[in-house]
């Protein structure tokens, strides 16, 4: 179900291992991070996943 209020805090995870993959670009907003650079939900409701190949 959809929430009534964004969750805001948990903690990202994947985003080290998915821009180890040859030719990825991550790129996302609406987070924070903390002084060990781990990354946070910061409220937003958006994700956005962008490929880009000769062929997907």
């Given amino acids: 179900m959809y929430p009534a209020a964004p969750i805001k805090g948990?903690?990202?995870q994947g985003?080290?291992?998915?821009?180890r993959v040859e030719?990825?670009?991550?790129?996302?907003?609406?987070v924070?991070?903390?002084e060990s650079g781990q990354?946070?939900?910061g409220g937003g409701r958006v994700l956005n996943i962008?490929?880009?190949a000769d062929n997907l």
């Fill in 23 to 30: 030719g990825a670009t991550l790129l996302y907003a609406g």
């Fill in 39 to 41: 990354t946070f939900v």
């Fill in 50 to 52: 962008v490929g880009q």
């Fill in 32 to 34: 924070t991070e903390n």
């Fill in 10 to 12: 948990d903690l990202i």
């Fill in 15 to 19: 985003l080290t291992s998915a821009a």
